[in-house]
Nanobody, 125 residues
Framework: QVELVESGGGSVQAGGSLTLSCAAS????????MAWFRQAPGKEREAVAV????????DYVNAVRGRFTLSLDYTDNLVLLQMNSLEPEDTAIYYC??????????????????WGQGAQVTVSS
């Protein structure tokens, strides 16, 4: 059984920064992809950023590109999400997810088998 555990959520003012961390119980390079999703109240879960270990490629949705950075810590087996210039619209529960599926659509939550419990991020104006 794979476990993903997020940490690092919190409350900040607009323009501030937070770093989320996702600890995986299995070597992160063993997954086809690892991603961050978020879900705001009353909205569907949406993709934020993804990493494909096989070719070391990272991608982001336009709403966070240039502000968020996904990185890996192989020593501690962590997937990190550095979030800068936070906006109230970034307020959501953030989830770490891992997929063993090849191909597919990285934006689709249904493509990911493993999920963390979520970390609340609140950005006030």
């Amino acid at each position: 059984q794979v476990e993903l555990v997020e940490s690092g959520g919190g409350s900040v003012q607009a323009g501030g920064s937070l770093t989320l961390s996702c600890a995986a119980s299995r070597f992160i390079r063993s997954f086809n992809s690892m991603a961050w999703f978020r879900q705001a109240p009353g909205k569907e879960r949406e993709a934020v950023a993804v990493f494909w270990p096989r070719n070391d490629v990272t991608d982001y949705v336009n709403a966070v590109r240039g502000r968020f950075t996904l990185s890996l810590d192989y020593t501690d087996n962590l997937v990190l999400l550095q979030m800068n210039s936070l906006e109230p619209e970034d307020t959501a529960i953030y989830y770490c997810a891992a997929s063993i599926k090849s191909g597919g659509n990285w934006y689709a939550a249904s493509d990911y088998r493993y999920w963390g419990q979520g970390a609340q991020v609140t950005v006030s104006s």
